[in-house]
T-cell receptor
């Protein structure tokens, strides 16, 4: 089944404790992206990657890192999480090209205390 | 600053009638517009898209209209069904980046 998977689905952590949210897709898509969803703000793009070893900042990249060592994986790294990073995070992938539909993962609910 | 805006947080429609969801944008460089539907505890799923060079795209019960001069697009759902009840996000893309609106929660009343 074609899908985007994220782990963990739920995470509660404390300020400053480094964490990684994994994202994997099995559709051989070139473009992958991370978003955060917050009430009243919709989805905002954090980082995106056009292909292996190519990553770019989205609208709200501060406090986040990403890597794209393999085509299928695009982990999101929070080196020193803070409470304002409490949010619902979505990973997405697309075959590429603007206008292409994005396939979203089920989301990761992160709480930073 | 929000480049894509959905000014109606919620909308209720009777089953069988038309649902019209609206979206405004500020960036004239956007070249594609997309609509996504989201159920609770799930990721958004793609509904329909339109290129900036077109003014209408239709797919079954869903039609998207684009008015570039007004920087406005709308999604029409006809006829509305109870299963359409969800949050709908408008999105726009430019230079490989995507910008989403804040969403409109649609409730279709049986």
């Amino acid at each position: 089944e074609a899908q985007v998977t994220q782990n963990p689905r739920y995470l509660i952590t404390v300020t400053g404790k480094k964490l990684t949210v994994t994202c994997s897709q099995n559709m051989n898509h070139e473009y992958m992206s991370w978003y955060r969803q917050d009430p009243g703000l919709g989805l905002r793009q954090i980082y995106y990657s056009m292909n292996v070893e190519v990553t770019d900042k989205g609208d709200v990249p501060e406090g986040y890192k990403v890597s794209r060592k393999e085509k299928r994986n695009f982990p999101l790294i929070l080196e020193s999480p803070s409470p304002n990073q409490t949010s619902l995070y979505f990973c997405a992938s697309t075959p590429g090209g603007e206008g292409s539909e994005q396939f979203f993962g089920p989301g990761t609910r992160l709480t930073v205390l | 600053d929000q480049q894509v805006k959905q000014n109606s947080p919620s909308l209720s429609v009777q089953e069988g009638r038309i649902s019209i969801l609206n979206c405004d944008y500020t960036n004239s460089m956007f070249d594609y517009f997309l609509w996504y539907k989201k159920y609770p505890a799930e990721g958004p799923t793609f509904l329909i898209s339109i290129s900036s060079i077109k003014d209408k795209n239709e797919d079954g019960r869903f039609t998207v209209f684009l008015n570039k001069s007004a920087k406005h697009l709308s999604l029409h759902i006809v006829p509305s069904q109870p299963g359409d009840s969800a949050v709908y996000f408008c999105a726009a893309s430019a230079r490989n980046q995507f910008y989403f609106g804040t969403g409109t929660s649609l409730t279709v009343i049986p």
